[in-house]
């Protein structure tokens, strides 16, 4: 057994795994203690509700937006909102610690399975994986406890094994596979667009009709229509995997370059790595930069956004577009070496199809907004490629691209921490606020409603005060205290001529970064709230107003 474990201990990739596994840990284990944050609220009330019964699918007697519903059901497929109940009654009660304790598995298994990808699409494999760890988007919600990211690390761990056990004809790998698809398509909407991508894997290998490649489907494939048939029979309607309302397309278009061009790797990187040739800074530079201008001085003129911020929009969205742009690019070089040689490599044509694949599952599901969060799918991909054209990049001079590679890992990792810490900051921020308020008014006899959802609501709700919604009976002389990043949205706003402003309070950060922030255009969760997913800036975090409510009685 020693001989065994000296053997598997002097292979490489068990050394790079190790590799991950540390830096993982330490970019994530420093945060466990982090407030709960944003839609992590979602699923810690569903988490509280599988406590009690794990077949319940809906909130009792709730309020979201301002609006009551004696059952409100739960927006998110249950397997994670399931895990965290069993927490809860393992833990006795609501942790943050407790719970980014537990959701530490799924960075892990994230980061093992793109190592497990790297090495079938690349000659990088710990390149790639530190490129995902490092993403801004992948480090900011690996400190959260929202489904996005546990959904694509099952989406990763699926895909690696379907791509392993097809290429090798493995059915253990087909049916682990099979497992783990389920478990994504379980634990987030979007996970229901994996199924047709390892389709059409299975499809370019010629091997979608042999049986073993068949079985690996038969699981998700009954996992999920059993799941929607149960909700179906039980509350007469199916869950939604759609969220999808009136919304501006153009934001959405824009947005989703932006966020691609900003949040996966280094910017920068994108514009030496992707104009090597000159055919690419013709495509580059005469047909993009023209819509993008023409896009960001629209929005410009119309006042929704500052000029240095329509210049950073304009830079990176030209990054993404560079992303879409070498993507396709790759398949044709591939299908002409086809025609010259009559030798095709799918690879490239896969990966197009998982980066198309999620964006077209995006703009059918999709939120009216852009998010970070629901584009951590399409990560990979972009990872994937990315990595692939570096071994390309001067072929003949192994020391500049070794320097390039470490540079955009570092510049990398330096976005994505930054962003970690700032919503960091912002999460706890609630968190003081209401432990402050709470103390406040713990003892001065006068009714306190809060006005908001996220965080803020939780911790408001932890300190004793009260939801205000529609429905809720308030006084003249009650107070309610109202986030203006919170309440954005909320149906129930105070009434115009029924309060009068208290105090106004501006939450602080002295750390230069903004996640979510409407004076600094952030929009890390919503590019409602800002046009820039991660933004430099001191502007102040939040502003909280405490109001009394007044009106003549008779």
Known sequence: MRQYFQKISSRPHFREIIVLVVFTLALTVPFISQAFHWDDIDFVEAAKVSARNPTQYHLEDYSYRGLHRQEYPIRHPPLLSTYLGLVIRLAGKVSETFFHLAYLIFPLIAVISMYALGRRFTGQPLVASLLLLFSAGFLVMSHTIMGNLPGTAFWLAATATFVWGVDRSSLKMLLASGVLMAAAMMTFAQGVSLFPLLVFYALLKWRLFRWKTVTAFMLPLAAFLGWRYFIQSRYGFAPAISYQVDSRLDWQIGGITVFIGSTIVFPLSYYVLFLRKKVDVLVAFLFVPPLVTWTAMYLISKGEITTFQGIFIAFLATAGFLVAYKMIANVVRDFMRWVRKRRYDTDSLFLLAWFAGV????????????????????????????????????????????????????????VGLSAAIADNRLANSYRDLAGG?????????????????????????QAGFEYLGVDSVAEPGDLVVVSYISSKGVVAPLPEGAYTVVSRIETESAFPVRTMNPWAGAGFYGNLMGPIPIVPSTDKLDEITVNMLYWETE
């Open 359 to 414: 964006l077209a599952v995006y703009f059918v599901t999709s939120l009216p907004f852009v998010a970070v969060r629901h584009l951590l799918p399409l990560f990979p991909p972009v990872i994937l490629m990315f990595v692939r054209e570096s071994e390309e990049f001067l072929p003949m001079q192994l020391k500049p691209r070794r320097i390039f590679v470490i540079t955009t890992l570092v510049l990398t990792l330096a």
């Open 437 to 461: 308020m709470g103390a406040q008014y713990a003892d001065n006899g006068t009714k306190v409603w809060e006005l908001g959802e996220f965080g803020f609501r939780y911790y408001m709700e």
